[in-house]
Every structure is written in C-alpha cells, then in structure tokens.
C-alpha cells in the first residue's frame, strides 16, 4: 500500500458565514487534506504542531480514520495555530479577522522514521521554509509532489516559495494567484510559465467554476458540481487537494489519465466539504455516497458527438 | 431541412479592446447568430431592421452563407442601430459608449411569409415587445424557441419580459442575469425559479467559465475552451446562440442528450468568435477546424471512472 505524508496547519477555526457562526472548531490544512484523502483507505500521516490547549480527541478522530498523527508535534506551554474568518453573503469572498500563528511561529517539521520512505507527499498551505524542510528530510524523492500555496507566500516570501516550486511536481494554485504567480491573464498562459518554473502539472482551482489541469500541452477540466446550498466553504481547496493526492496514493498510477480521474475525485469530495461546517461533513460520509455523487460528474460533463 | 428565423439587431459596432480598435463594423446579434448557425448548412432567415447607410455588401455576405435578409427592413431615410463599447484590460467587462438605437426605436417587425412556417426560432436580445410580435406572427407553434436576453430588459421592461419567458422553451442568459431574474444566488435554484416561469430549458451562460444546461433534474455542464488569447469578446454569447440552435436546427432532434451536444456546439463556435475583431473569424471559418476543436471539447472534458 501506498505511503502519503501531509504537512500542513492542524488548527481552530472560527468560522461565520450567512448561515450561523462556529466557536473554536477543528480545521487547518492538514486536517482537511487528510480527512480527505482518508476516504481512499491508504496509509497516511500528518506532520505539523499543535499546543496544549489541543483536545487530544481531535487527533483521535483523525487516529480513527488511519491518520498517523506521530508527527503531529505537541508544544504543551503553547497555543494552537487560530484563523477568524467571516464570509460575505455570496460566499466566494471572506475577511480574515483573526490570524494568532501561536506555535506555528516557530515551527520546525520533524519527518516520522517511517514516513521518511513515504511514496507519495502533500504539502499543505503554510510557509515554503516549512515546506522545503519537509522535502529535506525524506531522502529518496516521492513518486508525486503536490504543493498547495497561496498569494501570501508570493507576497511575503517569493524566494522561498520560488524554491520549493522548483522541487515538486504538481502545484494547485487558484486563477487569481496563478496570474499573480505568472504576470499573464490567459491561464493558459500563465500554465505554460508555471511549467517553466518547475512543475510538470499545474492544477487551477477556479472555485464555483471547477479547476483546470495543464501538463505541457494537454488540458482537462473538472467542473464544480452545481449545489443548491453551499453551507460554508472553508476547507473546500484542501479537501480538493485531499482528494486528488489521495486517488493518486491509492492508485499509484501517475499517468495523466489517471490525474484527471484524481481532479474529479477532489472537485467530488470538496463538494460534499461545503455542505456543512468545518470537517462535519468529512467526517459522516459515506462511500456510497462518494460513488453515487462521481457518477453525477459522469453525467454532468460527458457527451456524443458525431465527427463529420 | 428545417428552417431557422432569427430575429435581433442588425447593426454598426465600434469596438475597443487593449489589442486595438475599429471604425463602425457590422455587428449586431442577428448578425452573430446568424454567421454562427449558418455553419450549419441550415436554411435561416433574419427579421431586423437597418438604415440606409447599412453597406448592401453586408446582407450580401449574409446571403452568401445562405442566410435570407428579407425579413431584414431598410428604412431608406433612417440610420443603422450603431453601439460602441471598450472592454477594460481583463476583457471580462466593458463599459458602453455610445448605444444609438436608430431605426430600431420604432422597428415593427414582419416575418416574411415563406418563414411563417419556421421550425425553429430563435429571439436574439432585443426589445422584448418585438420578440412578443414575431411570436404572434407564427400560426403554428415552433418545434422549438430559444430566447436569449439580458439585463437590460430586466430592469426596464420587467412585465413584458416575463410574457415573453412564459412562451418560450430554452432561455440562455448570463449567470447575473440568472440570479437577478430568480431572486436567487444559486444556479441550482435559480434555474429551478426560471423554469416556473415557462422555459423547459435554462442554458447560464457564464463567459470564459463556460454554460450550464438545465432541464428540471438534470444538469449538464459545458466548459469553455481555455484560449491563449481573447481578442475581442464582442458576439461570443450570441454565437453561442447560434451555435446551440443551429446544432439543433439541423439535427430536428429536441432531446436533452442532443441539447448538450448544442451547447458543445455553442461553446466550440463562440471560442472562434473572439479570436479576431468582430466577425471577421466567424466568415472564415473551415470545418475541418470546428470538427477539430469539437475534438478538442472531447479530450478537455471525458474521463473514465471504475465506480466500486
């Protein structure tokens, strides 16, 4: 079986959408990514850093679905990593209230023994300096390297990000930073310059609209299943990025027909992660359901045509 | 074979995009429509009104594609519905110059006898009390109409519109212009509220996001071709028009599963529309290269999946 190492935030979320509110709930990347990729049955650990004030039964939770949490760092005199958001009434745009990094300040990953060998790696949203340590550690490189970032990291430590862009081989970025990150409009333009800076695939998220994967000179386009209720939608990207790294873990096929069945599989389970909030949906699904909404996809999406 | 009326705008565009601008050049919806469906081989007429400054080697280049412009009034003393426009750098928006309605202030149309008999129909944007008198001058009921519309006539002519709506059986309108008209935020929804209306078929336009297809249950989603450049978006939603009632015009065929292959179509012919300025992509136009691109529809969207 298939060996999946996630490095990511593990953290509260306090979440306010037009639906309701949350107090402090269980989120972060890692989290997300994991609860997803969890749905395909494959040996998988987390490393990250939580401080005291963590309930031990959220790593319980994840423990239950065959998430190691061995990495998972425990600063007991410290305070977990906290994120306040509050989304406007369309739900595609958020303020950040609060961002209290706490023990995410000084983090330095610590790779597990037995994760060092790991076949396939996921590097969650956080600092490219975290991320790289990561890519140190393990010392005969993964089968795939997917990377997640966002336009902070290009804001505030472009060097950095710059490198560990250079190293891995599938980056998932959303339209608007994949502009930013290449200076073009057409995105698929701004793939072919990604291209150029390392990543053999490049996955663009586009939100409500789907996402789009390049590899040099093909394309493939996973739409966004239409929802009638889109509850709240933190976590949405990371349960993406769960999903296809954990078809592609499950499978071991790293061929780009088996990347497109890997895109659906994200864009499929993320639309369950917005139905409810936080990782409440993630953690009550069932793989009848998963099967039953990627065969909507089907339907959505393919067509007869008659070439003449 | 069956016949295809048209009505909307026969007109004059000015047109300005980052990559250059033109002199007063023929647009117009009808126009679009028209050049797109006629790809085709259907036998289609037009139902507009021009001045006459309008070149008649403009309705000739219409008929040389086997598009009828008797239905198409010149009004000898009046001038041609002249719109200018500029699309600001993202080419996702435009601002309006100058909208001179001319002749079409007072247009009374009149469908020529020999398209009374019309199988298909097709309501480009316009006055919605113009779409009404076309309906009215059809003794029988056509096998289908398709109404395209805009926001426009939302605020300013809500009443008619939605008699209009009421008679019809596909509505294509962009994804604003669905939730301004439904009250709701959700497509899902929205195409729900739209379809108690009248129309059998809600097609959501959503520009460089692609189309969505509605059909009470069923969904079906087409992208857009992602394109290295975008040269002028001027005509592109109603190319898709014609693109979607050609494609439907010549195969006779009303069924939902042909319905997704039209709004391939439409999708396919609007991605040339907007590589050059105007029509000029849409009059030269081979198929051998919409077959290819159909093609290319194919591989950007199908994917195997192994339900378990």
């Excluded at 300040?105 to 790696?121: C, G, R, S, Y």
């Excluded at 790289?132 to 393990?138: A, D, P, Y």
């Excluded at 509850?231 to 096929?253: E, L, R, V």
Aim: with cysteine; proline share 4%.
């Amino acid at each position: 079986m298939s060996k999946l190492l996630i490095v990511g935030t593990v953290a509260f979320d306090a979440i306010e959408t037009p639906f309701g509110k949350t107090d402090k709930i269980l989120g972060g990347a890692a989290t997300y990514i994991s609860l997803s990729a969890s749905q395909f049955g494959i040996n998988s650990g987390i490393v990250s850093v939580v401080g005291g004030d963590f309930p031990k039964k959220y790593l319980k939770k994840l423990n239950k679905r065959f998430i190691n949490t061995d990495g998972v760092e425990i600063v007991e005199n410290g305070k977990t990593f906290f994120w306040k958001g509050k989304y406007h009434n369309d739900l595609n745009s958020r303020d950040t209230l609060i961002t209290d990094l706490n023990v995410l300040a000084d983090f330095k990953p610590i790779v597990p023994e037995n994760f060092k060998d790991t076949d396939f790696l996921m590097l969650g949203n956080l600092h490219p300096t975290v991320q790289m340590e990561v890519i140190k550690q393990i010392p005969n490189r993964p089968k795939l390297v997917v990377l997640d970032t966002m336009n902070f990291w290009m804001d505030n430590t472009l060097p950095e990000l710059m490198e560990v862009i250079a190293k891995i081989d599938v980056i998932t970025i959303n339209d608007e930073e994949a502009r930013q990150l290449s200076g073009e409009y057409s995105l698929v333009k701004a793939a072919q310059k990604i291209h150029n800076m390392g990543p053999k695939y490049v996955v663009i998220k586009k939100g409500e609209h789907g996402a789009l994967l390049f590899n040099n000179g093909n394309v493939f386009y996973a739409p966004a299943l239409p929802l009638e209720e889109v509850f709240d939608p933190t976590g949405a990207g990371d349960t993406f990025a769960g999903g296809f790294i954990g078809h592609m873990a499950k499978s071991g096929d790293i061929s780009f027909e088996n990347m497109k069945r890997a895109v659906i599989s994200g864009s499929n389970l993320a639309s369950f992660c917005v139905e409810k909030f936080g990782t409440e949906r993630m953690e009550n699904l069932s793989q009848e359901e998963i099967q039953k909404r990627l065969l909507q996809f089907k339907l959505l999406t393919q067509f007869e045509i008659e070439l003449s």
